[in-house]
Structures are given as C-alpha cells and as structure tokens.
C-alpha cells in the first residue's frame, strides 16, 4: 500500500514565523502536491512538482513556496505565516496506473 | 467558474440509497473519479472509471457516466452512517510538464441519519 505521511496532524503558529510543511512518500512517485482546503472551497492546488528540484505553481501559490531536494519528499514553506494561511493542508503523490492521488492525513495549521 | 460542479451536501436515512451527482467541462478527460474523506482524515480513492465506459460496479458502489451530458454519478446503495463523509469527484486533467492534474469538485457532505 502507498503511504503518504505528513510531518505535524497539528501545527500552532505566531504570524510572521518560518513554517515548514514536511511530506514524505514511499511509492518512488515522481509527482507531488501541495493543497489547501477551506469549508466550501474543497481543494486549492498550491504548488506542485513532477521531479527532483522541479516544481510548477498552482492556483494560489501566493504566500508559499516549496522544496523538492530527494524523490520521496516535498516540502511546503510558508515564509511569513498569516492569519489568512490557517487552513488543512494536504499533501498527494501521484500513481502511475490511473494517475490516481494519494493523499497525507493533512496537517491543520492554526496561525494566530 | 468550476471545472467540476457537485451539491454540497446531502441527507439520507440509514439503509436507503445515496446517489451523488457531478458535471464535469473537459471532454478529453480519460479518467474520472470518486474520492472519500472521513472527518480528520485525508482522501481516499473510492472508486474511478475510464472514459470509455458507461457504468462501473463494486460492491455497493455503482458510478454512472453519462459523456454526452459530462456527467457522472455515485451511487451507494444500502447507505450505512459508516459512509458519512464528504465526496469529491475529480478529472484527469493534462498539465505543464507532462503531469497530470486532477480538478476536484467542492465536495458533498453526505449525512447518514438512522
């Protein structure tokens, strides 16, 4: 089975602070994502990225940034955390057969 | 506006059938599919069918794909509260760097009463 884990299930930050995101898979995905989810907005794609070192913008990459230094791991920076970045985040790797998702059990981040 | 609509949510008493709707805009998409989130948790893939088919079946799972009208639908039969959860439908979508990305629909809360 793919496993998709994710650093924190719970984060608490002060505005202003480094927040790293951390997202580890064991599949030897090429592909990764970085989401967030908002009630009554589903998913928002944040950043995404198809190999090592290589990484596109999503729909809202404002405000965030990524690292994809090894395969299995992609990593989600938020460099000046706000209020308006509390939210879940959820990470996904990519399959190969159907080029189904798996996802992370997500991290909710409360910044305060 | 969305690439993937679905209703936000829906109620249904235990032991009767759910049946979750979807429109979708891109034609070309070759797979469709239906993800499950339990309270807490991530998505899960539930189920997906491939373009070139009209109905899949597994289980109590039946999805319905009508392309003509790009539509696509969850049915869930003999409803359990156990299957209370939110429902995202999502297409294959082809992107920069030749990866694929899926559009999710908002997601519809299904509520299971007993």
């Given at each position: 089975d793919v496993k998709v884990t994710q650093s924190s299930r719970y984060l608490v930050k002060r505005t202003g602070e480094k927040v790293f995101l951390e997202c580890v898979q064991d599949m030897d995905h090429e592909n990764m994502f970085w989401y967030r989810q908002d009630p009554g907005l589903g998913l928002r794609l944040i950043y995404f990225s198809y190999d090592v070192k290589m990484k596109e913008k999503g729909d809202i990459p404002e405000g965030y940034s990524v690292s994809r230094e090894k395969k299995e791991r992609f990593s989600l920076i938020l460099e000046s955390a706000s209020t308006n970045q509390t939210s879940m985040y959820l990470c996904a790797s990519r399959g190969t057969v159907r080029d189904e998702q798996y996802f992370g059990p997500g991290t909710r981040l409360t910044v305060t | 506006g969305e690439d993937v609509e679905q209703s936000l949510f829906l109620s249904v008493r235990e032991g009767d059938s759910s049946v979750i709707n979807c429109t979708y805009t891109?034609?070309?998409?070759?797979y469709l599919y239906w993800y499950k989130q339990e309270p807490g948790a991530g998505l899960q893939l539930l189920t997906y069918i491939f373009s070139n088919m009209d109905m899949k079946q597994d289980q109590r799972l039946t999805v319905l794909l009508n392309k003509k009208d790009k539509h696509l639908s969850l049915r869930i039969a003999?409803?359990?509260?156990?299957?209370s959860a939110i429902y995202f439908c999502a297409e294959r979508l082809h992107a920069s760097g030749g990866s694929y990305i899926p559009t999710f629909g908002r997601g519809t809360s299904l509520i299971v009463h007993p």
């Open positions: - | 891109d034609s070309s998409s070759t003999d409803t359990q509260t156990g299957d």
